[in-house]
């Protein structure tokens, strides 16, 4: 008997993803744009519109062209956005949502004229193609061929769709070193939890057959490398879709020659997998420290009874650490992040209030659009990602938006553990509103949450202010600790997947394997969990594409005002201006004074016959934080009276002028 408070429950809680069912029919990409249809919808919109370019950056490995829209050519000194879409190769969604972008700008976007666009639909094409291969498969490398098991032979051993469906999934066989467990004889698998008497029954393939004979089944399949894991920044060596070295493949190198050869570019916007508007990235990514040794700040030396002038190797500071705090858990990254040391991998402490501001905006706006139901974290940044190498080396305001992400069922409130928040309780509250639950309610919550115990309020509390912490990141904290709990083993995602759409699993069918024999063919359909329908990613693309509207609007924006002239004696002047950051972001990022990028803006005077006695023709401006920063410009100058003195500002966020006449008179 169906219990209609349920059915009630689900409705209400899939409500806002209605179209998120959608997906339970997206077999293919039959309505997304392939490559060869982007190029053409690209090469028409450059064709058909004025102040349109289209540029070629690249040919990908697969003979594929790598093309970037330009859309505004005709703007002068107009400060410039980078779209980047589907770095990864396995969101079709983005490179949808930056095909719209461009139609929706070249028709109008009336006040966005003041700004350039550039945008590339697919940073990485043959990833995009790899949506539209048969048989169905999740493999999201370009063609470069690369030999993943370093044997004698390169892409030898791809998968083979053996029971002939059309999708590769995975092959399941009964035996005694198996460590998989069917989930309640339906479709789902999880790993068995020995620690609480499951025995695992199973072994799972890919599915496919040992090609070349090494005992290993699809170990090295056609391609790849993964552009969006091929940047300079955090760049994983050794991994099967990196690469071999940063910016190894064409069309990662195609874009980095285009950014710089664009100094106008002051905000990059990466459309893809992750989303660091809904949530701020950690300040908790490890830097590449080495063996180095490291001070003890003089307060946390003297707790601990340690000297604060003697460096310790970072493993002795982590076991001191663990025995200090009796946190087992504590890791290397945990205290270097506490240390603070290392290269630049966590944002800038003074852009983070800007950022938490920007995903503030971006989530009310999701809350309006009724897009802010639970759903399946969008993944962090993997290593060498475009995102992050925008900010922490081009220097550049960057953020990353996902537009789909499965609906999570909104669990009783059985978890909610007394008088304490949960974790959407949490992540719906501010910093502030976190902190004003004051000392001892916060210990107490930590307490009932499992903390150790010598995590004490006070350490949250500067965690939170310090802009190192922040709620949303908390509440990921605490549900990823909650969900092997909740799902009972299962992938979180599978069962958010099964409860979406349990179609989406193929049901397990016999097959007789060459050399596995008896097997059993099933599992989740490829790209179930990454791509909606093309006609769900419509509406939804429609419904987030504004906020990149909101976005721009935040862009550094500067005007010379006031300007002041007074008389000194005849024939001196002494003029003062102020440059002001009418903006909401600051200009550069403050990331970007470490990183020496982007240009800086720059203040020069002309007039006829003036002279400078004090103060330079060309002024090379500093750092301008947002909604007001300024910076005085002063002069005093020898020239005839009446003689009109241009000021002028130029750079990367746009050009101001102004123009004063020198004439008598006390300021
Ligand atoms: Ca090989
Ligand atoms: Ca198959
Ligand atoms: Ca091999
Ligand atoms: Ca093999």
Known sequence: MINSMEVRMNRWIYGWFALGFCLATAASGADYASPDQVIRKVRRLASDHRGVKMHVLAQTPGGRQVVLLEIGSDRYDAPAVLVLANPEGNQPSATQAALTLSETLVRDWTDLNHIKWYIVPMVHPDGHARFFQTPSAENFGNERPVNDDMDDQTDEDGPQDLNGDGYITVMRQKHPEGTWLAVQGGPLMKKAERSKGEQGVYRLFPEGIDNDGDGLINEDGPGGVIVGHNFPHRFAYHTSTGGPWPASEEE????????????DVVMVLTLGRTNSLKTVPPSSQQAEAGGDK???????????????????????????????????????????????????????PGDLPYWNEVSKRYNEFMKEAKLDGKRLDPPDSPPGSVE??????????????????????????????????????????????????????????????????????????NALKSGMMDTKRMAKMMRDNQKKEDTGGVDEADQALFDADPSAFLEWTPYDHPTLGRVEIGGRRPWSLLAPSAEAADSLIQKQLPFVRELVKLLPRFVIEPVEVSRVRDGVYRVEAWVRNQGF???????????????????????????????????????????????????????????????????PAGTAKTSVTLKGGAR
């Open 252 to 263: 990662t190198r195609g874009l980095l020659r285009f950014a710089f050869d664009h100094p």
């Open 585 to 651: 972001l600051p200009y550069p990022t403050h990331h970007g004074v470490r990183c020496k990028r982007p240009v800086p803006m720059v203040m020069t005077l002309q007039g006829d016959g003036v002279l400078p006695l004090e103060g330079e023709r060309r002024i090379v401006l500093g750092l301008l934080e947002g909604s007001g920063g300024s910076q005085k410009c002063s002069w005093l100058l020898r020239a005839r009276e009446g003689t009109a003195v241009q000021l002028e500002v130029r750079g």
């Open 294 to 348: 490291y001070k003890l700040p003089k307060q946390f030396a003297e707790a601990m009874g340690l000297d604060p002038d003697t460096e310790y190797p970072i493993k002795d500071l982590v076991e001191m650490a663990r025995e200090y705090t009796g946190y087992q858990e504590l890791t290397e990254d945990m205290v270097l992040q506490f240390l603070g040391v290392g290269a630049a991998v966590n944002p800038n």
């Open 388 to 461: 992050e190498w925008a900010y922490y080396q081009y220097g550049v305001s960057s953020y990353s938006m996902d537009f789909w992400t499965l609906p999570v069922k909104e669990k009783e409130s059985k978890d909610k553990k007394g008088d304490f928040p949960s974790p959407d309780e949490i992540e719906k509250m501010s910093n502030e509103d976190f902190i004003a639950l004051g000392e001892e309610k916060i210990d107490a919550f930590l307490k009932e949450s499992g903390a150790p115990p010598q995590f004490k309020a006070v350490m949250v509390i």
